[in-house]
């Protein structure tokens, strides 16, 4: 079974930063478990690796696909599984980094099956929150199953539709979802959740948002409406929609980057709270002991 260091964590806990110093401590090379870092030219809005981050240790899976295309949990597990076998035949240490809760589970648990897609049903409810907008449906998701229905934001659409379309099928989504946690291990992994003091991650949100109003995000928002005909597609990372309204003039800047901060935050802590039900996760706080770590890790 091959041996994985995984660094995983909320929204800018410092994932990728101790995920470089430890890929240079070991020898290792980084593979993504973002779920919107797979998508090309959406930098700024995702805080991919920056141009020295990317030097400082090789990652793989960033910029798959375009905004739009399609990428699920199991269609990452298949990629993720390529690159860390990859790595691990060249004598490399595989790092798995990123806060995406369901493509994590999938790849150390494995991905239980799921009702297929409904293209009827999906157009119905997709009418239907043309008509009467997303918090609707986010409402009957909620009374359905309410445990499925906090960690989905009541504007993603595409996620609101798959919860539904599953509940049609006769599953709850969140009992579906907590069946991963009972899969057999699919490697060897070191667990590792960041756990910064919230007055920490929260300070550090806000100003990584602040950064990236005035970083590029308002271009890359830009972009994505002038792809889609003036609007951008409904699962994108958070921020890309404030500030398109902003660019737009229908909000003031403060107010956008208000809105987006408190997004991540909101984001941040559903990532810990889907993280503090994996099994055998261990929660660091800053200051890293990158040594330590690496001693743990680097078994070759």
Do not use: C
Not at 30 to 41: E, K, L
Not at 263 to 274: E, G, K, S
């Amino acid at each position: 079974m091959i041996r994985v260091a995984v660094i995983a964590g909320p929204t800018a806990s410092g994932k990728t930063a101790l995920a470089v110093a430890l890929a240079r401590r070991v020898g290792g090379e980084i593979v993504n478990a973002d779920s919107q870092q797979v998508y090309r030219g959406l930098d700024v809005g995702t805080a991919k690796p920056s141009a020295e981050e990317r030097a400082a240790a090789p990652h793989h899976l960033l910029d798959l696909v375009a905004p739009g295309e399609g990428m699920d949990a199991a269609r990452f597990v298949a990629l993720a599984d390529g690159a860390i076998a990859d790595v691990a035949s060249r004598g490399r240490v595989p790092i798995v980094a990123g806060g995406t809760g369901l493509y994590l589970r999938a790849l150390l648990h494995g991905v239980v099956a799921a009702p297929g897609r409904d293209p009827a049903l999906r157009a119905r409810l997709e009418e239907e929150a043309a008509r009467l907008g997303r918090p609707a449906l986010h409402a009957r998701l909620a009374a359905i199953d309410p445990e499925a229905a906090r960690s989905i934001r009541p504007n993603d659409l595409v996620r609101i539709v798959r919860a539904l379309e599953i509940a049609a099928s006769g599953r709850r989504p969140s009992e579906l979802r907590a069946a991963h946690a009972f899969l057999p291990d699919r490697y060897d992994a070191v667990l590792l959740a960041l756990d910064p003091p919230r007055a920490e991650l929260h300070a550090r949100i806000d100003a990584r948002v602040t950064e990236m109003f005035a970083g590029g995000l308002l271009d890359e928002a830009r972009a994505l409406a002038t792809r889609f005909g003036g609007e951008v597609p409904p699962r994108l990372p958070i921020g890309y929609a404030e500030a398109l309204a902003y660019a737009r003039g229908a909000l003031p800047l403060e107010e956008a980057i208000r809105r987006v901060q408190v997004a991540h935050r909101r984001y941040a802590r559903r990532q810990i709270v889907w993280l503090r039900k994996e099994r055998g996760v261990e929660w660091i706080r800053p200051p890293y002991d990158v040594e330590a770590l690496a001693r743990r890790v680097d078994r070759r």
